[in-house]
């Protein structure tokens, strides 16, 4: 099975940026589309963007667009997420998500999820 390890969450301050990543394990890594998902406490997962296993397309929550941009290098098995002109609406834990099929931005269709990275925005 695909397991995923994020890195890159932290404390930052508003305006300023960060980039996750997330590592997969496996060499059927470039067939799964892939997304990025987060949690507030008290809050159910929210989706936040997702790309195919080609790279070639991807889509946003409306909450990030213009901000935040995923991309994937296949070769390394890995995701990531820039994130720029955060704000403390940003602050969640950061889960990053695959699935064999179309990507998507329900976390129902995704069935491999990682540990998690904390993302603290402060103002």
């Known amino acids: 099975q695909v397991q995923l390890v994020e890195s890159g969450g932290g404390l930052v301050q508003a305006g300023g940026s960060l980039r996750l990543s997330c590592a997969a394990s496996?060499?059927?890594?470039?067939?799964?589309?892939m997304g990025w998902f987060r949690q507030a406490p008290g809050k159910e997962r929210e989706f936040v963007a997702t790309?195919?296993?080609?790279?070639?397309?991807?889509y946003y929550a409306d909450s990030v667009k213009g901000r935040f941009t995923i991309s994937r290098d296949n070769a390394k098995n890995t995701v990531y997420l820039q994130m720029n002109s955060l704000k403390p609406g940003d602050t969640a834990v950061y889960y990053c998500a695959a699935r064999e099929g179309s990507y998507s931005d329900s976390r129902l269709n995704y069935n491999y999820w990682g540990q998690g990275t904390q993302v603290t925005v402060s103002s």
């Open positions: 790309i195919n296993w080609s790279g070639g397309r991807t």
């Open positions: 496996g060499r059927t890594f470039s067939s799964y589309a």
